[in-house]
DNA sequence: CGAAAGATGACACCTGACGTCATGTTTTTC
DNA sequence: GAAAAACATGACGTCAGGTGTCATCTTTCG
């Protein structure tokens, strides 16, 4: 999915300061074409992020951005609360994009607000196994997560990191195998190098 | 969108308690076959909704639905919480996906969790303005916006809910007119009729 | 100057989403 | 019991969005 994809693009950018578009384009597992026209979509949509031409060039997130934007008010936020404390399960399991995007931007909330909601994210990120007690489609979002957590982990807990990996592989890869043809790295299984510096 | 519909038709079975597919047809400005196909998808992401077949038939949603499920533990939901009171403004930007649902499901919220944020999605649903000052390209996912609080005014308030219509009308219309051939209802611009009983 | 990387346009392919048509099946109503 | 209304399902065609690939061009750094 797209929206999936920006979100992630969007949080990649946010962990690591600068990536290439190669390096990108490896990490989504889509051309650099597509990187650079989810880039585009990014920027159209008012996301503060800018490129850099050259030898050593690459996409950049503006400094300023991930702390507070602030667009939504305290009450709106509460009613979100309100909204996810009941119904969510249902629109969890409804649809991926929410959900999916969701569960991505809570697996990575520590590196934007990790003052108040750490503990809250850390419990998410150790024990994804209870998102796979969800709803029972839950097959290729859990697999996606999985991958997604592991790369968090990381970059937080890099000792804790192995061991706790899926059994099944091939991220992005659907069972069936049809977009194989597609990804040029759909057999990798370990997380990608990580710029870890 | 196919998410974006599928919150809805959600959302209109919370309110009403039984529609039968042509009138859902209707409401989301879709075919029979495709409310039939929605019904389907959201049953197979383990809403639990069910038909019943016959002269009075319809599309119903499980009674003890819409209360607690609680399928999110009280830390995610402040995970989201403090997600959404920073990053959000981009994260809304963002995506229609996102975005657009996150405000179907706040300006339908009060049907659902009435007891405890009736008047933050009251504040929301009076002041749709505030939305319009968000990112550029509001345009669309505006016009749905209001569309969709003035249905909502319409059960709430139904005296103050003249004057405050947007201008163009032209409901889940794109502006090039692109899809004016699919929907048969692309000329109405005054909200449905509502079933107020 | 050459290599690396972003920028852009064009073109083709594929898939998901819809609408439409056709045909059953079930339940209510007359 | 027949007709009507409504759900159920399969098939087929269309259409637009998303991607990959190719081809150039421009910019920056070594």
Redesign the pocket.
Known sequence: ?????LLSLLLLLQTHGR???????GRL?????????????LSASGVPV??????????VLMPGFRTDVTGMTADEARALFVLLTGTTHASLGLEAAVGSALRKIMAALPAAHRDAADLVARRIIIDPVRWRSGPASADLSTLQEAVFTDRRLRLRYRAASSGRRPERCSPRG?PSG??S????HSERCAPRGQHTG
Not at 1 to 5: E, G, L, N, S, T
Not at 50 to 59: A, F, S
């Open positions: 999915m797209r929206a999936d994809r990536l290439s578009a190669p390096d990108l384009a597992e889509v051309s650099v074409r597509t990187v650079l026209r989810d880039v585009e979509a800018y490129t850099e031409r050259g030898r050593h060039g690459g996409i659907r049809r977009r043809p597609r990804g040029r």
